[in-house]
T-cell receptor, first 113, second 116 residues
Framework: KAGVTQTPRYLIKTRGQQVTLSCSPISGHRSVSWYQQTPGQGLQFLFE???????NKGNFPGRFSGRQFSNSRSEMNVSTLELGDSALYLC????????????FGPGTRLLVL | AQKITQTQPGMFVQEKEAVTLDCTYD???????LFWYKQPSSGEMIFLIY??????QNATEGRYSLNFQKARKSANLVISASQLGDSAMYFC?????????????FGQGTRLTINP
């Protein structure tokens, strides 16, 4: 069974631009969560989706948004990029919310210049 | 306040030795889950082991075991017979008891280096 896939793997953008990251969960998994990882702040929860609904959101500004499609694939969007948005963005999938395991993808490394 | 504390920023261990990575947590919920993940330099978070707050037995997965001491609020990861491939960052994480929640709160991690 294929694991969680994230595209693109690497991205370079400039301040003020916007970016869309994609996550395809493991087949059959319907819950997707997103995390941001930076050297300074560590791993921080962004949001969680299940059945195309956002169930939980972390403490991030409104520039960060996401959605989930009917096939459980998810996208996150960051508008008006700032230098501090440079990070590794990780997506995790699980069968349903509250599952005992969450499997992460390889992440998307975003560099904002 | 830190919900997950990993007090060892770095650890150096000889190959084939056992290693214990410390994790303490803070929660007022009765129902919660504790996770350990391994993150190699490639960046992918690899799930290692899970312990539920109501599980009476310590979780084990191959060479990994979780030393769960509920009263002390600790969930240490034990790796037996360490291998060179175990060198990586290790993160402890907690999911609190909101019904069906998926949000994980992570510690700052421990960088483990296995020496040959």
């Amino acid at each position: 069974k294929a694991g969680v896939t994230q595209t693109p793997r690497y991205l370079i953008k400039t301040r003020g631009q916007q970016v869309t990251l994609s996550c395809s969960p493991i087949s059959g998994h319907r819950s997707v969560s997103w995390y941001q990882q930076t050297p300074g702040q560590g791993l921080q929860f962004l949001f969680e989706y299940f059945s195309e609904t956002q169930r939980n959101k972390g403490n991030f500004p409104g520039r960060f948004s996401g959605r989930q499609f009917s096939n459980s694939r998810s996208e996150m969007n960051v508008s008006t990029l700032e230098l501090g948005d440079s990070a590794l963005y990780l997506c995790a999938s699980s069968l349903i919310p509250g599952s005992e395991t969450q499997y992460f993808g390889p992440g998307t490394r975003l560099l904002v210049l | 306040a830190q919900k997950i504390t990993q007090t060892q920023p770095g650890m150096f261990v000889q190959e084939k030795e056992a290693v214990t990575l410390d994790c303490t947590y803070d929660t007022s919920d009765q129902s919660y889950g504790l996770f350990w993940y391994k993150q190699p330099s490639s960046g992918e978070m690899i799930f290692l082991i899970y312990q539920g707050s109501y599980d009476e037995q310590n979780a084990t997965e191959g060479r990994y075991s979780l030393n769960f001491q509920k009263a002390r609020k600790s969930a240490n990861l034990v790796i037996s017979a360490s291998q060179l491939g175990d060198s990586a960052m290790y993160f402890c994480a907690m999911r609190e008891g909101i019904q069906g929640a998926q949000k994980l709160v992570f510690g700052q991690g421990t960088r483990l280096t296995i020496n040959p």
